[in-house]
Nanobody, 124 residues
Framework: QLQLAESGGGSVQLGGSLRLSCTAS??????????MGWFRQAPGKERRFVAL????????YYADSVEGRFTISRDNVDRTLYLQMNNLTLEDTATYYC???????????????WGQGTQVTVSS
């Protein structure tokens, strides 16, 4: 079983930046070559795709709403997934979750492991 823990959330002003991290633990991390993704959920809304990256980093996709502002990356040696978020808008306010699965997808269902989430609040 893979455990994920996000960090790096917080409060930031409009146009600011944050870097989220997600650290994985568990014996299967390397063996299963996990794909990973970031999702977010605003209050009263469904959880939505933000970005994904495969094991090697050769496949990366972003939601249209964050394209050009967010960057997903990973360090498999450190077992850490990152999300650099720049030029944050009020609409980016949400709880951000990292996820891992044996494939990568914009959908929630293929991801078997989830972190507990980290709150990002953007204010004007």
């Amino acid at each position: 079983q893979l455990q994920l823990a996000e960090s790096g959330g917080g409060s930031v002003q409009l146009g600011g930046s944050l870097r989220l991290s997600c650290t994985a633990s568990g014996r299967t991390f390397g063996a299963n070559a996990y794909g990973m993704g970031w999702f977010r959920q605003a209050p009263g809304k469904e959880r939505r795709f933000v970005a994904l990256i495969n094991w090697s980093g050769s496949i990366i996709y972003y939601a249209d709403s964050v394209e050009g502002r967010f960057t997903i990356s990973r360090d498999n040696v450190d077992r850490t997934l990152y999300l650099q978020m720049n030029n944050l808008t009020l609409e980016d306010t949400a709880t951000y979750y990292c996820a891992a699965g044996t494939t990568v997808s914009r959908d929630i269902s293929p991801y078997a492991s989830w972190g507990q989430g980290t709150q990002v609040t953007v204010s004007s």
